[in-house]
């Protein structure tokens, strides 16, 4: 049975060259290696988003070409903690920027650059704002899983933490692991931990307060863990990575179809 091929590191060169001129969206998964409480294994982050986007190429096989995940991202406030694997910032920003560079330079006009991890937010927007600078014949848009109204609307009818229970290896990370590998989870020792200190407009949960600052981890949380993870299910998880892969789809079919205007130069 004839099965389209969706990861581009098992395309040959001129399945790659052949694939540029079908107006595929390039999708990049950008992860991450750090403590999740001493319940979760480092790689949440990673794992997470390299299977959502997984589920989202095999959805629309026709219309992607899925790059290999980013396993490593922005995290020094991380550092406290055994595990982190953290790249600076401006690394981080130009590595993308490199990849999406090389799509640019292969024929692919759409890049959609997925995250996992809050932190690389900044330097992964950036990214996607310079490629189109440098390259306006060419769309790059930045989304996190969690972003989209599809995944929100789901979660939210089946959340049962309190305000500051999702966050980090928290019910909603907690519940996805349990879902994708529960083998690996160790529930005997997840913890409610929403100790770090909230006020108007400075907190930590799935819709961040409007104020953005990182201290460092340790100075917010004794375990790591900011949130309820003891609230975590295995069919919330279900219910998370399901409901980010339809927004995520329908993301990449918005940027799929969505035109790419010359530019014009009023001086």
Same mark, same amino acid.
């Given at each position: 049975m004839f099965t389209t091929k969706y990861k581009y590191g098992e395309l040959k060169w001129p399945e790659i060259r052949e694939y540029s001129k079908q107006n595929r969206v390039a999708i990049v998964p950008v992860g991450m290696i750090e403590d999740h409480g001493p319940h979760l294994p480092v790689n949440s982050d990673a794992l997470t988003v390299e299977e959502i986007c997984?589920?989202?190429?095999? &959805?629309?096989? =026709?219309?992607?070409?899925? !790059?290999?995940? *980013?396993?490593?991202?922005?995290?020094?406030?991380?550092?406290?903690?055994?595990?982190?694997?953290?790249?600076?910032?401006?690394?981080?920003?130009?590595?993308?920027?490199?990849?999406?560079?090389?799509?640019?330079?292969?024929?692919?006009?759409?890049?959609?650059?997925?995250?996992?991890?809050?932190?690389?937010?900044?330097?992964?927007?950036?990214?996607?704002?310079? &490629?189109?600078? =440098?390259?306006?014949?060419? !769309?790059?848009? *930045?989304?996190?899983w969690s972003d989209t109204s599809e995944f929100r609307t789901a979660f939210e009818k089946v959340r049962e933490s309190e305000a500051g229970g999702v966050s980090h290896a928290c019910e909603l990370e907690t519940s996805i692991y349990l879902y994708l590998k529960p083998e690996l989870v160790d529930m005997r020792k997840a913890v409610k931990d929403i100790s770090f200190p909230r006020s108007a407009h400075f907190w930590f949960d799935i819709d961040p307060g409007p104020v953005k600052m990182m201290e460092y981890w340790s100075t917010l949380s004794k375990t790591g863990i900011m949130g309820d993870p003891t609230k975590a299910t295995a069919k919330k998880g279900e219910i998370a990575v399901n409901s980010a892969v339809d927004g995520l789809v329908e993301v990449v079919k918005e940027l799929r179809s969505r035109p790419i205007r010359e530019r014009v130069d009023h001086h």
């Amino acid at each position: 049975m004839f099965t389209t091929k969706y990861k581009y590191g098992e395309l040959k060169w001129p399945e790659i060259r052949e694939y540029s001129k079908q107006n595929r969206v390039a999708i990049v998964p950008v992860g991450m290696i750090e403590d999740h409480g001493p319940h979760l294994p480092v790689n949440s982050d990673a794992l997470t988003v390299e299977e959502i986007c997984v589920r989202v190429a095999r &959805t629309i096989p =026709e219309e992607v070409v899925l !790059l290999p995940t *980013l396993q490593y991202g922005y995290s020094p406030h991380h550092m406290d903690f055994p595990g982190a694997i953290t790249i600076r910032g401006n690394i981080l920003t130009e590595f993308v920027m490199d990849i999406c560079r090389s799509l640019v330079r292969h024929g692919f006009r759409r890049i959609l650059i997925v995250n996992g991890h809050g932190s690389n937010i900044c330097f992964l927007e950036a990214a996607a704002r310079m &490629t189109v600078i =440098e390259n306006p014949n060419s !769309l790059c848009a *930045l989304v996190t899983w969690s972003d989209t109204s599809e995944f929100r609307t789901a979660f939210e009818k089946v959340r049962e933490s309190e305000a500051g229970g999702v966050s980090h290896a928290c019910e909603l990370e907690t519940s996805i692991y349990l879902y994708l590998k529960p083998e690996l989870v160790d529930m005997r020792k997840a913890v409610k931990d929403i100790s770090f200190p909230r006020s108007a407009h400075f907190w930590f949960d799935i819709d961040p307060g409007p104020v953005k600052m990182m201290e460092y981890w340790s100075t917010l949380s004794k375990t790591g863990i900011m949130g309820d993870p003891t609230k975590a299910t295995a069919k919330k998880g279900e219910i998370a990575v399901n409901s980010a892969v339809d927004g995520l789809v329908e993301v990449v079919k918005e940027l799929r179809s969505r035109p790419i205007r010359e530019r014009v130069d009023h001086h």
